[in-house]
């Protein structure tokens, strides 16, 4: 065989190597670069999911913060009203306060008047006999107003506020009425669930404990329940109702506490326009 024979020969054995080489080159290829597509696809869906769940979060905290601004404002608006009310009881109770110093001042000046025109009417009599007579008088004058000062006294309520003069039993309510000061409206309740209604307000009896004097009761006023508990008897029990010119409060005197009823007067101020002023109508 001749050298250009072999030479054929080697060429044709040698290239079957070279494309399977290369075959498997491009296959190698081919396989990195799936597997890189593939690495970038699923990067790219754990991307999306990613901001899919920041977006969610963000959301959810955008509703948060939204519901605690609402929250925020509900509770400034409730307490402007808290603040409102509070500021509104403390004039009240200023109010009242300046009322029942003027009351008392009012009323020593006028015990204070008699005292001098009594004085004034001795000094003109020029005989004996007037003189003592006038001196009596005097003396019965006296004596009367330290009985009914006596009588009707003043005590502080359970509001703090200085009462004006207080009743201690039926006899010394009528001379409260003969005043006229105020209106009052005598009572005997009975323990019960209902209600009973004495002048502009309705009075509950929950329970007595005669052996102390002292009971417990509910006062319904300006659609609202008031719970004054374990009262004594002669203690003014106070308490506001709006609407009224000025802002003396309402007084309840319980006289009598029995076993199962109390007996007492409720006392309102003249601007309260209450239909029986100063009468003893009973309550309905």
Do not use: C
Not at 194 to 219: C, E, F, H
Not at 242 to 261: R, W
């Amino acid at each position: 065989m001749s050298e250009f024979q072999e030479s054929s020969v080697q060429s044709s054995a040698a290239a079957p190597r070279w494309v399977g080489l290369a075959v498997i080159a491009l296959g190698g290829v081919s396989l990195l670069g799936l597997g890189l597509g593939w690495s970038a696809l699923n990067q790219a869906k754990n991307d999306q999911s990613v901001q899919a769940s920041l977006k969610q979060q963000n959301d959810a905290l955008s509703q948060r913060l939204a519901k605690s601004e609402d929250q925020s404002q509900q509770l400034q608006s409730d307490l402007r009203v808290v603040t409102d009310k509070l500021n509104v009881t403390q004039e009240e109770l200023q109010t009242a306060r300046k009322q029942t110093k003027a009351s008392v001042s009012a009323y020593n000046k006028k015990l204070s008047g008699l005292e001098t025109n009594v004085n004034s009417q001795l000094a003109t009599k020029a005989n004996t006999e007037d003189v003592n007579k006038l001196g009596g008088d005097v003396n019965n004058v006296k004596s009367d107003l330290e009985a009914t000062k006596g009588k009707l006294d003043r005590a502080t309520g359970d509001m703090g506020v200085m009462s004006g003069l207080i009743a201690r039993n039926h006899d010394d309510l009528e001379e409260l009425k003969r005043k006229g000061d105020r209106n009052y409206f005598e009572f005997t309740i009975q323990k019960s669930k209902s209600a009973q209604r004495v002048g502009p307000v309705q009075i509950a009896l929950n329970r007595t404990d005669p052996k102390r004097s002292k009971y417990t009761m509910t006062v319904l006023a300006d659609d609202k329940s008031i719970e004054k508990k374990d009262k004594t008897s002669g203690e003014p029990v106070q308490f506001y109702i709006k609407g009224a010119t000025h802002y003396s409060p309402y007084e309840i005197v319980v006289f009598d506490v029995g076993k199962n009823q109390i007996t007492g007067y409720l006392s309102t101020p003249k601007s309260a326009g209450a239909a029986t002023s100063a009468s003893n109508a009973p309550a309905q």
